[in-house]
């Protein structure tokens, strides 16, 4: 019984040599010239006699058991093992010389003759034709990409008359032979198989040098007391030596292999890489620490392929457990707020909370209603904070704050290429980045029908496709989404799907506005004197018993964001606990009230102003809708036909 594998130890410069090449051979006579080859070369090579799939059997047996770095086969099986191994394959196919000899072996037989081909390998028509015009005959060509498709061929052959099979190896051989026909095996030469083995024994050379210089790049940059960042073109980070680990308190695998730009100013402070320009001597400060780092470009030829950057450690290293912590705050990750952060002593926000902690504790989806500034995140925080999926991510994204086509692939992410300038290797939605935890949709009700559609489906088949890919990916993130404005109103206009409402309404939780729970504002605005008191090193106790009256009675268009800002303005620009003339000026503005005539000055779809400059009677126009509109700032931008950005921005100009 002949061996199927054979395997050679040969001693060179005292050394055992083991075998770093395997080949496949499919006809005996091709295994006989394999071996002879290899020994003649001094090059000990572990022969497999099989094809296709057996070969791919027989080949992972063998690199189970030795560390293999080159594979030597020839026609379909070469295409095969390429797709089944990460190994390199050198093809070793027979030359045209050899074909020719087996066609004019074939005529010798019939006139009747099929060429038996791997699709990767087949003839070109023109190479075809010439080859029929040499032997004087026909040549009908099949194409195999398996043992059981060369089956099938040979009796398909069979039945259209072949009565000679060339190709398919020795398996087309003895197939051709049971099915009753003739079988002539493309012969490989030696010349083929030499030349194979040279090109195998340059490859492995290749990858030991290339072994041998980064094992000796690694053991230099690993025992550098400098701490070594380096990104390639496409600004990817291949270097993180452990110093740059042991200054940064980054493990190297969180950094290795990602882009330097997602990681700006969430792992790696964004002075450290900037653009690429070179920098030398550089102080930075990363809290406590600070290091003195160098930035050097990588220049071939005029063209930058890459960029290092080298620091030192010269103050003490924040703590690695703060890294991480900042490193999730900074990403938005995880959920900053809790309910102890809400600041209430109204029975209404008592109640609010109450149920907003019974929604927290369930894994349904909740709608969340309220007003611009009434804090719509700080519930959905502290919802996550308190259910079971607290120790997972909590993303949360705007869905007013972006196009239709960059929220889409935010959402959902992108595959590499699916539009120009998308990142190489795609990225991720922000869907699969909540997996496991929760994903906050504020402002829902501005998404497109479009969108709602793909929503819809993440909701009720909890998996999520990237922009231009065709992989499904299945997710489990519960969602929280907000509103300001009435959903069940878009509905009945064909704004908003039906479906998706109900599927989003599950839960509803309302927030009420400020001048619903006018009792809050002292307690608030003691938080925020304390906030900005320490923000910008102040002492400011109290607020004037007069400005307090005002706030009281003020509709708060903008909640309690717009009471936050009015607070921080008023620490800014207070003068020994004293209002300041021209904060006096700016709460006039602020707080005045409309009167009755104001709102009553409406005939229909009519407005009467007084006549004055047009910035003045643009004031009172906007003034007189507000009026109209109960201080619902949204309906005053759509009523004005502009933004709501818009909208602020003019209000803060008058």
């Given at each position: 019984m002949r061996k199927n594998c054979c395997v050679k130890q040969m001693v060179r410069g005292g050394d055992l040599m083991k075998p770093k090449i395997a080949v496949t051979s499919s006809y005996p006579e091709l295994t006989t010239l394999f071996r002879r080859v290899s020994e003649e070369m001094a090059t000990p090579a572990i022969v497999v006699e099989a094809v296709l799939e057996e070969a791919v059997q027989k080949l992972q047996e063998v690199l189970n058991q030795h560390k293999i770095e080159v594979?030597?086969?020839?026609?379909?099986?070469?295409?095969?093992?390429?797709?089944?191994?990460?190994?390199?394959?050198?093809?070793?196919?027979?030359?045209?010389?050899?074909?020719?000899?087996?066609?004019?072996?074939?005529?010798?037989?019939?006139?009747?003759?099929?060429?038996?081909?791997?699709?990767?390998?087949?003839?070109?028509?023109?190479?075809?034709?010439?080859?029929?015009?040499?032997?004087?005959?026909?040549?009908?060509?099949?194409?195999?990409?398996?043992?059981?498709?060369?089956?099938?061929?040979?009796?398909?052959?069979?039945?259209?008359?072949?009565?000679?099979?060339?190709?398919?190896?020795?398996?087309?051989?003895?197939?051709?032979?049971?099915?009753?026909?003739?079988?002539?095996?493309?012969?490989?030469?030696?010349?083929?198989?030499?030349?194979?083995?040279?090109?195998?024994?340059?490859?492995?050379?290749?990858?030991?040098?290339?072994?041998?210089?980064?094992?000796?790049?690694?053991?230099?940059?690993?025992?550098?007391?400098?701490?070594?960042?380096?990104?390639?073109?496409?600004?990817?980070?291949?270097?993180?030596?452990?110093?740059?680990?042991?200054?940064?308190?980054?493990?190297?695998e969180k950094v290795l292999s990602r882009s330097a730009d997602t990681l700006v100013s969430t792992l790696l402070p964004a002075p450290l890489l900037m653009d690429g320009t070179e920098e030398t001597e550089k102080v930075l400060r990363l809290g406590d620490a600070q290091i003195v780092f160098n930035?050097?470009?990588?220049?071939?030829?005029?063209?930058?392929?890459?960029?290092?950057?080298?620091?030192?450690?010269?103050?003490?290293?924040?703590?690695?457990?703060?890294?991480?912590?900042?490193?999730?705050?900074?990403?938005?990750?995880?959920?900053?707020?809790?309910?102890?952060?809400?600041?209430?002593?109204?029975?209404?926000?008592?109640?609010?909370?109450?149920?907003?902690?019974?929604?927290?504790?369930?894994?349904?989806?909740?709608?969340?209603?309220?007003?611009?500034?009434?804090?719509?995140?700080?519930?959905?925080?502290?919802?996550?904070?308190?259910?079971?999926?607290?120790?997972?991510?909590?993303?949360?994204?705007?869905?007013?704050?972006?196009?239709?086509?960059?929220?889409?692939?935010?959402?959902?992410?992108?595959?590499?290429?699916?539009?120009?300038?998308?990142?190489?290797?795609?990225?991720?939605?922000?869907?699969?980045?909540?997996?496991g935890g929760t994903i906050f949709l504020d402002e829902i009700g501005k998404i497109s029908l479009n969108l709602q559609a793909r929503l819809l489906r993440v909701l009720q088949e909890k998996e999520v496709r990237r922009v231009g890919g065709d992989r499904i990916i299945p997710v489990d993130v519960r969602v929280i989404s907000a509103a300001n404005e009435d959903l069940n109103r878009a509905v009945q206009n064909g704004e908003f799907r039906s479906d998706l409402y109900f599927r989003l309404n599950v839960l509803n939780l309302k927030i009420p506005p400020l001048r619903e729970r006018k009792e809050d504002i002292p307690v608030l605005i003691n938080h925020f004197l304390n906030k900005f008191n320490r923000k910008f090193?102040?002492?400011?106790?109290?607020?004037?018993?007069?400005?307090?009256?005002?706030?009281?009675?003020?509709?708060?268009?903008?909640?309690?964001?717009?009471?936050?800002?009015?607070?921080?303005?008023?620490?800014?620009?207070?003068?020994?606990?004293?209002?300041?003339?021209?904060?006096?000026?700016?709460?006039?503005?602020?707080?005045?009230?409309?009167?009755?005539?104001e709102v009553n000055c409406w005939q229909g779809d009519t407005i009467t102003v007084r006549e004055g400059t047009l910035e003045e009677m643009e004031l009172e126009i906007i003034r007189k809708l507000d009026a109209k509109m109960n201080g619902n700032r949204t309906l005053l931008a759509q009523k004005l036909g502009i933004s709501r950005t818009t909208l602020w921005k003019k209000l803060k100009e008058f």
């Open positions: 594979i030597i086969s020839r026609g379909g099986t070469a295409e095969t093992l390429k797709k089944n191994f990460s190994i390199p394959v050198i093809n070793a196919d027979a030359t045209d010389f050899d074909i020719l000899q087996a066609f004019w072996k074939a005529r010798k037989v019939s006139h009747h003759i099929g060429f038996f081909t791997y699709d990767h390998a087949r003839l070109e028509s023109d190479f075809l034709a010439g080859m029929e015009e040499i032997i004087g005959c026909p040549i009908r060509q099949f194409i195999y990409s398996n043992i059981k498709e060369l089956q099938e061929q040979i009796i398909a052959a069979k039945k259209s008359g072949v009565e000679v099979v060339v190709g398919g190896g020795n398996t087309g051989v003895q197939l051709a032979q049971k099915a009753g026909m003739h079988g002539v095996l493309v012969y490989t030469s030696r010349r083929a198989v030499v030349r194979a083995f040279q090109r195998a024994l340059e490859i492995i050379e290749l990858r030991q040098k290339d072994l041998e210089q980064t094992q000796w790049l690694k053991t230099i940059i690993d025992h550098a007391f400098d701490g070594i960042v380096a990104l390639n073109q496409e600004r990817e980070i291949t270097v993180f030596n452990p110093a740059a680990e042991k200054i940064l308190g980054l493990p190297r930035r050097v470009p990588i220049m071939v030829e005029g063209q930058n392929i890459g960029m290092v950057i080298t620091f030192q450690d010269v103050t003490r290293v924040q703590r690695l457990e703060q890294r991480i912590r900042k490193e999730l705050y900074n990403k938005g990750l995880i959920s900053r707020f809790n309910f102890d952060d809400i600041v209430y002593c109204s029975s209404i926000m008592e109640k609010t909370i109450e149920r907003a902690k019974q929604f927290g504790r369930t894994d349904s989806t909740v709608l969340i209603i309220g007003e611009s500034g009434t804090g719509k995140e700080l519930f959905a925080h502290s919802m996550h904070a308190i259910s079971d999926r607290r120790k997972g991510p909590f993303v949360a994204i705007n869905c007013a704050a972006l196009p239709e086509n960059l929220l889409e692939s935010e959402l959902f992410g992108y595959e590499e290429g699916a539009f120009t300038g998308a990142r190489k290797g795609g990225k991720p939605g922000l869907f699969e980045l909540a997996h090193d102040k002492k400011v106790t109290s607020i004037p018993s007069y400005l307090k009256e005002l706030m009281l009675s003020y509709s708060w268009p903008g909640n309690v964001r717009e009471l936050e800002n009015i607070i921080e303005r008023y620490v800014i620009l207070e003068q020994n606990n004293q209002a300041s003339k021209e904060l006096e000026c700016y709460f006039k503005e602020t707080f005045q009230q409309p009167d009755r005539s």
